[in-house]
């Protein structure tokens, strides 16, 4: 156990369809990042939150959005599901924001129908 | 712009056989660099990282060397294991205030007995 927790593990769902991702920290990171891991791009950063904050954006479709709630977990929400975002999503937290060796948790996979 | 590319997988070895994962980058500034492991169905692992040039990381037998005059982050083991078979992901932190990581695609290690 990574002590980064992530649910749900497994998540299939049709197109056009809303998902909630979440995930929990390790015990005293304050930093939450997301990434998708797909077959044809490889690992793609997603968006990064410092204690609350958005910090960092990649990637991220105009159909995503995520938030750090006040006890640091993360929600990431896909919506207008297309079959393209099938994929893995990972979540990750550090203690601070300098991305100085992260924490991953197992993911989220998530398939779209 | 900031990039890693690794060598393409996968790589078949025989038990005791010695590794080289070649792993090289593009960056601006001075970028930390990170070796990530991830086994079947779980998420990445740290395995090693270097801040500077010319540091060496080093974990579980295996190391990396930042090389700043070839802009490369080897990774190598003397002498592998079955349990050793991975993906490995070469990744980069450029210098500044986010944490996003970088990642190479990813080289897939097959030791057999």
């Known amino acids: 156990d990574s002590g980064v927790t992530q649910t749900p593990k497994h998540l299939i769902t049709a197109t056009g369809q809303r998902v909630t991702l979440r995930c929990s920290p390790r015990s005293g990171d304050l930093s939450v990042y997301w990434y998708q891991q797909s077959l044809d791009q490889g690992l793609q950063f997603l968006i990064q939150?410092?204690?609350?904050?958005?910090?960092a954006k990649g990637n991220i479709l105009e159909r995503f959005s995520a938030q750090q709630f006040p006890d640091l977990h993360s929600e990431l929400n896909l919506s207008s599901l297309e079959l393209g975002d099938s994929a893995l999503y990972f979540c990750?937290?550090?203690?601070?924001?300098?991305?100085?060796?992260?924490?991953f948790g197992s993911g989220t996979r998530l398939t779209v129908v | 712009g900031n990039s890693v590319t690794q060598m393409e997988g996968p790589v078949t070895l025989s038990e005791e056989a010695f590794l080289t994962i070649n792993c090289t980058y593009t960056a601006t500034g001075y970028p930390s660099l990170f070796w990530y492991v991830q086994y079947p169905g779980e998420g990445l692992q740290l395995l090693l990282k270097?801040?500077?040039?010319?540091d060496k990381g080093s974990n579980k037998g295996f190391e990396a060397t930042y090389r700043k005059e070839t802009t490369s982050f080897h990774l190598e083991k003397g002498s592998v294991q079955v349990s050793d078979s991975a993906v490995y992901f070469c990744a980069l932190s450029r210098s500044g205030n986010t944490g996003k990581l970088i990642f190479g695609q990813g080289t897939t290690l097959q030791v057999k007995p």
């Open positions: 270097a801040t500077k040039a010319d």
């Open positions: 990750a937290s550090s203690e601070w924001d300098d991305g100085d060796g992260y924490t």
């Open positions: 939150y410092y204690n609350g904050e958005e910090r």
